[in-house]
C-alpha cells in the first residue's frame, strides 16, 4: 500500500486542522486505517483507527472528543478532523494501513504500510 499524507501545517492553539492519506495499489475497503503521531524526543503514540466500513472507530484518550477520523472508500483516502488543537498535539502524524476488514489495532506493530507523515505545530 502506497500511503501519501497531506494538511499538516502551523496553527494556534484552539485552532483545527484536516488531515488527509490518500492510498493507492490497493482495494482500500479491505484496509483498516490509522494514524499514529511522533513528537520530537518521545516515543510514537497512537491517535486513532477505523475499520474498513467506516463503522467502528477507536480513539486515543488524549484525543478523544477532539479528533474525528473517518474515510471514503471511493477516493480511498481517511481524513483526521483535529479541533480544539493543544500544544501537546504537535508531532508529525502518519497514517497506516493493515490488511483485514476488522483488524484494527492500537498498536503500531501490527500495521504493515505507513505513510511519510505530515507535520502539525501547534503554536501558544
Known amino acids: 500500500v502506497q500511503l501519501q499524507a497531506s494538511g499538516g501545517g502551523l496553527v494556534q492553539a484552539g485552532g483545527s486542522l484536516r488531515l488527509s492519506c490518500a492510498a493507492s495499489?490497493?482495494?482500500?475497503?479491505?484496509?483498516?486505517m490509522g494514524w499514529f503521531r511522533q513528537a520530537p524526543g518521545k516515543e510514537r503514540e497512537f491517535v486513532a483507527t477505523i475499520n474498513s466500513s467506516g463503522v467502528r472507530k477507536e480513539y486515543s484518550d488524549s484525543v478523544k472528543g477532539r479528533f474525528t477520523i473517518s474515510r471514503d472508500n471511493a477516493k480511498k483516502t481517511v481524513y483526521l478532523q483535529m479541533n480544539s488543537l493543544k500544544p501537546e498535539d504537535t508531532a508529525r502524524y502518519s497514517c497506516?494501513?493493515?490488511?483485514?476488514?476488522?483488524?484494527?489495532?492500537?498498536?503500531?506493530?501490527?500495521?504493515?504500510?505507513w505513510g511519510q507523515g505530515t507535520l502539525v505545530t501547534v503554536s501558544s
Open positions: 497506516v494501513a493493515r490488511y483485514g476488514t476488522n483488524m484494527y489495532s492500537r498498536e503500531s506493530r501490527d500495521y504493515g504500510s
Open positions: 495499489g490497493v482495494i482500500f475497503s479491505n484496509y483498516v
